[in-house]
């Protein structure tokens, strides 16, 4: 049984291409650096060219409705960042939440129908204290587990040491 030239029949391959046809393994780092040097200039794009609305940065005239906004703000997840506040997040969509959330406070309602609102919207994780629920309670009792599970680590080794 013949084995087939593989080397031959990639030889022909090449010769039916011609010498001039580029090859696509040579093309795809060149496609690559292409996009890799052009990344900057692509993400400068990703942001908006649009106007940031009108109560992101400006705060209510009424100070008492301001200090409920601020307060609800500060307790709301921003859904860019994850780690922030839509109070202390810079992102356009946060922007945009305080902006909802200053309108809300200003047409009359108050926080908490404003998070029901929220939490109807996004789920209980637009929260950054999320409720003490039977879903939730693997939140709330792993840290105190592992801090228990550490604290006998700790207790076991120095008990090794001294024995």
Do not use: F, N
């Amino acid at each position: 049984m013949a084995r087939p030239d593989h080397r031959r029949q990639y030889s022909d391959h090449r010769r039916r291409a011609g010498a001039g046809a580029v090859s696509r393994v040579r093309l795809r780092p060149a496609v690559g650096l292409v996009l890799l040097l052009t990344l900057p200039s692509r993400l400068a794009w990703a942001d908006s060219s649009m106007a940031p609305a009108p109560y992101a940065y400006r705060q209510l005239p009424d100070a008492t409705q301001e200090a409920r906004a601020k307060a609800l703000m500060e307790e709301i997840r921003c859904l860019v960042c994850q780690g922030q506040s839509i109070a202390d997040s810079d992102a356009e969509l946060a922007g945009d939440m305080r902006d909802m959330v200053r309108r809300r406070i200003a047409s009359g309602e108050s926080p908490a129908q404003v998070r029901r609102w929220l939490v109807g919207r996004y789920g209980d994780w637009i929260s950054l204290a999320p409720p003490m629920e039977p879903l939730t309670w693997p939140l709330w009792i792993a840290p105190l587990l592992l801090l228990v599970g550490g604290g006998l680590l700790v207790v076991r080794r120095l008990k090794r040491r001294t024995a």
